[in-house]
């Protein structure tokens, strides 16, 4: 999903709405909100894994979004202007919880835990069906993803969930094409470590 | 071990970002290299499982009220604001501005007393795009309100007492306003100047403050 869409036929371009919002239309902003919602409760759920706080947390980045619109110059896609301050109140937020750096995963960090009945089936034996398999996986990536660092983590949702161009992600970072790809390969070369057991087995 | 140059071949390949003669090459690696071949595979493994299980979008619990609750503190942000204007904005958007209402419904009331000066051919001198301004009223009694008129400039400069000190960068320049037109259907008033020019659309927000929509640039 790039970060900027072509709007939908009959739909009020993102400048649009942006200028408008800069004349104090909060209306306009409310429609912003919707279309973005969803986008940004994602990223940051995945980023903490924890429904109360993502919920908080992008009602956050939507407010500090509205505080700076004024110097919003227009000089990126609105939703890449966006990201970025959610990122930074996200990496704020890990940074004040102090659960990021030492790679230990925090289990009190995912609302959604593991089965008890899932964790003791030893590595190896086979899942009783598919579905539950894919589960299992879906969890132990979102365990892996919350090991990651803040640097780590943005670098796999900008781009394995974003879907964004290498371009794209050094804008909305903002960094060097350079950094991006190095980030990139240690953020696939640490989910392939933390992974390791799930594909070994599955091959 | 492989070079840097090389862990950027391979993450341009997974992802899509070489050309179409890069990625042919890169595929000869591949097939002469079974270990870079067995780790592509796994990264391509590892993308698509993490696209599959990490949602790009999710469905905000309790949506609307995630909206109303963001409305909600904008208004009590907007009520507390000491001031904020956007860079952008053309000098009349502090009409916007809680210190400048009465100022700002003072210039609709001027201008809407031009308007019947003019229609009833009361102070205007003949020919002339003079404008004189028989009577001010300001709600705010802190305010006080005078004018003085030069036919020479022919120029109406209105003087306000008793205001809040005026941001120092803020550039201020004239405008001679001299009607104003009132559309309902937008719920929004426009003023011109003599030239019969629009300077600025006014109107009112969700909350009944009000909101400058557009202004020509300062001249």
Not at chain 2, 12 to 21: F, I, T, V
Not at chain 2, 130 to 147: E, L
Request: aromatic share 8%; net charge negative.
């Amino acid at each position: 999903m790039p970060a900027s869409t072509a709007p939908e036929p009959g739909e009020v371009p993102d400048i649009d709405l942006v200028k408008r919002c800069q004349a104090g239309d909060t209306r306009a902003f409310d429609v912003l909100v919707s279309r973005y919602k969803g986008r940004i409760y994602a990223m940051t759920y995945h980023m903490i894994q924890n429904e109360t706080e993502a919920w908080d947390l992008s009602q956050e980045a939507f407010i500090k979004a509205w505080r700076a619109l004024p110097s919003f110059k227009m000089d990126s896609a609105f939703y890449t202007w966006l990201y970025r301050i959610t990122h930074n109140v996200v990496y704020d937020w890990l940074r004040k919880k102090k659960i990021q750096g030492d790679g230990e995963f925090d289990d009190s960090r995912t609302e959604h835990r593991i089965a008890a009945g899932a964790e003791a089936v030893p590595h190896g034996d086979q899942a009783p069906d598919t579905a539950m398999k894919n589960a299992e996986l879906g969890k132990r990536i979102q365990q892996a993803i919350a090991k990651l660092s803040p640097e780590h983590q943005q670098i796999i949702l900008l781009r394995e969930v974003e879907g964004l161009a290498y371009e794209e992600i050094a804008a909305a970072i903002p960094c060097s094409l350079g950094t991006v790809m190095s980030r990139l390969f240690y953020a696939r070369k640490k989910l392939q470590e933390l992974l390791k057991d799930c594909y070994e087995n599955a091959a | 071990m492989k070079t840097p140059p090389e862990d950027h071949d391979l993450l341009r390949w997974l992802d899509g970002e070489m050309s179409a003669a890069e990625r042919e090459r890169f595929d000869a690696r591949l097939a002469a290299d079974p270990a870079l071949k067995a780790e592509a595979d796994m990264m391509q493994r590892l993308s698509a499982d993490l696209r599959t299980h990490l949602p790009a979008e999710m469905p905000v619990p309790y949506g609307d009220f995630f909206n109303s609750q963001i409305q909600r503190r904008l208004a009590q942000e907007e009520d507390q604001a000491p001031v904020r204007v956007p860079a952008s904005a053309g000098w009349l958007s502090w009409l916007r501005l809680q210190w400048l209402a009465p100022v700002g419904l003072a210039a609709v009331l001027i201008a809407a007393g031009l308007t019947t000066l003019k229609q009833g051919g009361i102070g205007i001198p003949e020919g002339g795009s003079d404008t004189y301004v028989h009577s001010i009223y300001v709600p705010n009694t802190a305010v006080h309100a005078s004018t003085y008129h030069s036919t020479d400039a022919k120029a109406t400069v209105l003087m306000l007492d008793g205001l809040e000190e005026m941001p120092a960068d803020r550039k201020i320049v004239g405008f001679n306003i001299t009607r104003g037109e009132v559309d309902q259907d937008v719920a929004a008033t426009t003023l011109f100047d003599a030239e019969d020019n629009a300077v600025a659309v006014i109107s009112k927000d969700a909350r009944s403050q009000p909101v400058l929509l557009t202004s020509s640039p300062a001249r």
